[in-house]
């Protein structure tokens, strides 16, 4: 299986501040990477499928790069409610997911 | 708007068996693959099995390959999951999650916000 490792685990940042996060698989996923947002007791949320596509209804400040093993999720001015725990996923073979990245308010 | 909303969770013991629902809204439930996914205390997600639109066919994790059962009632908007012969690894959240086809792949986009099982004596 393809291991996806999430990074930073948790990260702080302040109202504003752009924000990234980072995913890297064990090979290539061929841009098969989605970006889910899950806030406390809530559902997840997609945010990114295939990359860079953003989905319907998500602000535009959040946006996604990356190739081959090396994916970003990049939050452009952070608000309050971006509060939550990020996680990648790939589904360019047998689906697997990061471990998540908690994003805390500094 | 989209909805799942699963139930069914709780204490099981070990060896036991547990039937989660997940009863979908918002949208044409038999045109969509329905997944389960888990998430174990302090571990990533772990997707455990599908079920294709018609019901014709499922797919499983191997951890999980003959102890669960995906099944969908089409005409209600439910997927289902029964779970037998359970072990205490098996303790974690469980989400029902639509599958879509994003560039020519099964991905994922709606999910649950989960139902809980614990497995213990």
């Known amino acids: ?22 995913c890297k698989a064990s090979q290539n996923i061929n841009k098969y990477l989605n970006w889910y947002q899950q806030k406390l007791g809530e559902a997840p949320k997609l ?26 999720l990049t939050i452009s001015s952070l608000q309050p409610e971006d509060v939550a725990t990020y996680f990648c996923f790939q589904h360019n073979s047998w689906p697997t997911f990061g471990a998540g990245t908690k994003l805390e308010l500094k | 708007e989209v909805q799942l909303v699963e139930s069914g969770g709780g204490l099981v013991q070990p060896g036991g068996s547990l039937k989660l629902s997940c009863v979908a809204s918002g949208f044409t439930f038999r045109d969509y693959w329905m997944n389960w996914v888990r998430q174990a205390p302090g571990k990533t997600m772990e997707w455990i099995g ?20 995906i099944s969908r009632d089409n005409a209600k908007s439910i997927l289902y999951l029964q779970m037998s012969n359970m072990r205490s690894d ?8 639509r599958g879509t086809i994003a560039a020519g792949k099964p991905s994922f986009d709606y999910w649950g916000q989960g139902v809980m099982v614990t497995v213990s004596s």
């Not at chain 1, 299986?1 to 980072?22: C, E, F, H, K, Y």
């Not at chain 1, 990359?51 to 400040?61: K, M």
């Open chain 1, 47 to 72: 945010l990114i499928y295939n990359t860079n596509n953003l989905q319907t209804g998500i602000p535009s400040r959040f946006s996604g790069s990356g190739s081959g093993t090396d994916y970003t």
């Open chain 1, 1 to 22: 299986d393809i291991q996806m490792t999430q990074s930073p685990s948790v990260l702080s940042a302040s109202v504003g501040d752009r924000v990234t996060l980072n």
């Open chain 2, 50 to 69: 599908d079920i294709k639109p018609d019901g014709s066919n499922t797919n499983y994790a191997p951890s999980v390959k003959n102890r669960f059962t």
């Open chain 2, 90 to 97: 098996y303790t974690a959240t469980y989400y029902c999650v």
